[in-house]
């Protein structure tokens, strides 16, 4: 496998003619190929120079083409996360740059997000179950108004998040990244300290990337450290959670959980998760609304503007 600083090939998952603002083929040298993930290439993977990862056909379908992608100078992914593109990164010549889609998920994902925190608290789940059978299932349920709320990764979405409580009157918002440092909103704690805010959050949200140091990051541990009455919401990836662990305090009732995100997921039919008590799942559906063609369409416009130029790409978070 060669070098060839002449390839031009981009491939796509969106057919070039549907995003407004890309170079002109003529004009820029580009030669766009359209591929979604299907089982044959569209063009030979050596003249790849900048590869679309197809949004989410999971890790077999991102990694497929990359050990014949000699040329590839850019990976860009259309999701907040890398995790199912770092395992063919190996593949690659050094110098290439993996980009994600900052800017595209955070709305979504923050939106999401605040739907499964007031759904669990206030009991919609029962309310519609309760639909469903006819009942009326009146009662008192816990408001978000008052609560502590622990943002566990406080990157783009963490903040959009943080955005999207302030008119529900939480009692304060706690913030988690990787390393302590200072925002305009007020500290973010690091990691080590998690251990010390865990027992005063009444519910923690995990929006972290998924990385060795991540994996089952909310095991039996974390878990134990939540307060009794406690919430905690997925939004990051199903093995940040230790699953098993989780059942485990579930059914004792100690604390309860929404899952935009499942270990294993899809979450087959069966899995004690479906029906554990307190439990609400949603289908990893964070990012898939109405938002996410028109930012992906003007992120990969922007993108390959800058490549055409001979420019750095935005959003690098690894090069090879």
Same mark, same amino acid.
């Given at each position: 496998?060669?070098?060839?600083?002449?390839?031009?090939?981009?491939?796509?998952?969106?057919?070039?003619?549907?995003?407004?603002?890309?170079?002109?083929?003529?004009?820029?040298?580009?030669?766009?190929?359209?591929?979604?993930?299907?089982?044959?290439?569209?063009?030979?993977?050596?003249?790849?120079?900048?590869?679309?990862?197809?949004?989410?056909?999971?890790?077999?379908?991102?990694?497929?083409?990359?050990?014949?992608?000699?040329?590839?100078?850019?990976?860009?992914?259309?999701?907040?996360?890398?995790?199912?593109?770092?395992?063919?990164?190996?593949?690659?010549?050094?110098?290439?740059?993996?980009?994600?889609?900052?800017?595209?998920?955070?709305?979504?994902?923050?939106?999401?997000?605040?739907?499964?925190?007031?759904?669990?608290?206030?009991?919609?789940?029962?309310?519609?179950?309760?639909?469903?059978?006819?009942?009326?299932?009146?009662?008192?349920?816990?408001?978000?108004?008052?609560?502590?709320?622990?943002?566990?990764?406080?990157?783009?979405?963490?903040?959009?998040?943080?955005?999207?409580?302030?008119?529900?009157?939480?009692?304060?918002?706690?913030?988690? $990244?990787?390393?302590? /440092?200072? !925002?305009?909103?007020?500290? @973010?704690?690091?990691?080590?300290? &998690? #251990? %010390?805010?865990? *027992?005063?959050?009444?519910?923690?949200?995990?929006?972290?990337?998924?990385?060795?140091?991540?994996?089952?990051?909310?095991?039996?541990?974390?878990?134990?450290?939540?307060?009794?009455?406690?919430?905690?919401?997925?939004?990051?990836?199903?093995?940040?959670?230790?699953?098993?662990?989780?059942?485990?305090? $579930?059914?004792?009732? /100690?604390? !309860?959980?929404?899952?935009? @995100?499942?270990?294993?997921?899809? &979450? #087959? %039919?069966?899995? *004690?998760?479906?029906?554990?008590?307190?439990?609400?799942?949603?289908?990893?559906?964070?990012?898939?609304?109405?938002?996410?063609?028109?930012?992906?369409?003007?992120?990969?416009?922007?993108?390959?503007?800058?490549?055409?130029?001979?420019?750095?790409?935005?959003?690098?978070?690894?090069?090879?």
């Amino acid at each position: 496998m060669t070098f060839d600083d002449t390839a031009t090939d981009v491939w796509l998952p969106i057919p070039a003619d549907e995003i407004e603002g890309l170079p002109a083929p003529g004009a820029s040298g580009l030669n766009y190929r359209f591929w979604d993930g299907g089982p044959d290439f569209p063009a030979d993977p050596e003249r790849c120079a900048f590869y679309v990862v197809p949004y989410m056909k999971g890790e077999e379908v991102a990694c497929r083409p990359l050990p014949a992608m000699g040329s590839v100078r850019v990976v860009q992914t259309l999701s907040a996360g890398i995790d199912h593109v770092t395992p063919g990164l190996g593949a690659l010549r050094p110098g290439v740059r993996l980009c994600n889609a900052r800017g595209v998920h955070e709305a979504s994902t923050a939106e999401l997000t605040l739907a499964l925190i007031l759904a669990s608290l206030r009991g919609i789940p029962g309310f519609v179950r309760g639909q469903d059978a006819e009942e009326w299932r009146a009662g008192f349920y816990p408001a978000l108004a008052d609560k502590s709320v622990l943002i566990v990764g406080y990157g783009s979405i963490g903040a959009a998040i943080e955005d999207r409580l302030v008119p529900f009157e939480c009692a304060r918002v706690v913030r988690v $990244a990787r390393s302590a /440092r200072a !925002t305009e909103r007020g500290p @973010v704690h690091a990691l080590s300290e &998690l #251990p %010390a805010l865990l *027992p005063e959050a009444d519910v923690v949200v995990l929006s972290v990337p998924l990385t060795p140091g991540t994996r089952h990051l909310a095991d039996a541990g974390f878990l134990a450290r939540m307060k009794d009455g406690a919430l905690l919401v997925n939004v990051a990836r199903g093995p940040v959670v230790d699953t098993a662990a989780l059942l485990k305090e $579930a059914e004792r009732g /100690r604390i !309860t959980a929404a899952l935009d @995100v499942t270990d294993p997921e899809p &979450l #087959p %039919a069966g899995h *004690p998760l479906w029906h554990a008590p307190g439990v609400l799942v949603s289908p990893h559906v964070g990012g898939s609304t109405s938002a996410f063609m028109p930012r992906a369409k003007r992120l990969l416009a922007a993108q390959l503007t800058r490549f055409a130029a001979g420019e750095e790409p935005g959003n690098v978070v690894l090069t090879t």
